[in-house]
T-cell receptor, first 113, second 113 residues
Framework: KQEVTQIPAALSVPEGENLVLNCSFT??????LQWFRQDPGKGLTSLLLIQSSQREQTSGRLNASLDKSSGRSTLYIAASQPGDSATYLCAVAANQAGTALIFGKGTTLSVSS | NAGVTQTPKFQVLKTGQSMTLQCAQD?????MYWYRQDPGMGLRLIYYSASEGTTDKGEVPNGYNVSRLNKREFSLRLESAAPSQTSVYFC????????????FGQGTRLTVV
């Protein structure tokens, strides 16, 4: 059974710092990996989708990498801002449950000004 | 550009009451999903529909039923609500192919008293 783990569970950084969020998964046979952002009391906003054949994806100050063989992904946030404060969720689509996403429990990021 | 729309946004039920959560997507997606999100548990899959006319159980299906009314709509029904079903419910959709992005609704916050 696929399991997704995110470390750390919470992270506090000062504004301007570069940071890395980690995601690991137990079964490397995934179709894709997706990073989401969730603000308190809100829904999930898709940030980046990495297909199984890709190594990384970039969007603005965000860069996500994927190493399928080791079961790891990282989300790199450059020059963090207070507006980046949110919970970041990692999810993988695998050959189960109709390729539904399996989620980690998230990393809650707080960026102070 | 509606994406995935859920109704209602908030609901309070008494134990034993029934209700249906509605979800509709306008992206012509094949696959639709229902998740629940609880503190410390992350997002867990309740039911999914890989394509119109099919539905299957996810990780936590007990106490729920679903209907894939057509390609656009996927509803979740609680026949006899219990306090353990107090949660935030999210509907999602994706193209259903191996490498397409999943999109989420804004959620329904349900309290069962």
């Amino acid at each position: 059974k696929q399991e997704v783990t995110q470390i750390p569970a919470a992270l506090s950084v000062p504004e301007g710092e570069n940071l890395v969020l980690n995601c690991s998964f137990t079964d490397s046979a995934i179709y894709n990996l997706q990073w989401f952002r969730q603000d308190p009391g809100k829904g999930l906003t898709s940030l980046l989708l990495i297909q199984s054949s890709q190594r990384e994806q970039t969007s603005g100050r965000l860069n996500a990498s994927l190493d399928k063989s080791s079961g790891r992904s990282t989300l790199y946030i450059a020059a963090s801002q207070p507006g980046d404060s949110a919970t970041y969720l990692c999810a993988v689509a695998a050959n189960q449950a109709g390729t539904a996403l399996i989620f980690g429990k998230g990393t809650t990021l707080s960026v102070s000004s | 550009n509606a994406g995935v729309t859920q109704t209602p946004k908030f609901q309070v039920l008494k134990t034993g009451q029934s209700m249906t959560l509605q979800c509709a997507q306008d992206m012509n997606h094949n696959s639709m999903y229902w998740y629940r999100q609880d503190p410390g548990m992350g997002l867990r899959l309740i039911y999914y529909s890989a394509s119109e006319g099919t539905t299957d159980k996810g990780e936590v299906p007990n106490g729920y039923n679903v209907s894939r009314l057509n390609k656009r709509e996927f509803s979740l029904r609680l026949e006899s609500a219990a306090p353990s079903q107090t949660s935030v419910y999210f509907c999602a959709s994706s193209g259903g192919l191996l490498n397409t992005e999943a999109f989420f609704g804004q959620g329904t916050r349900l309290t069962v008293v």
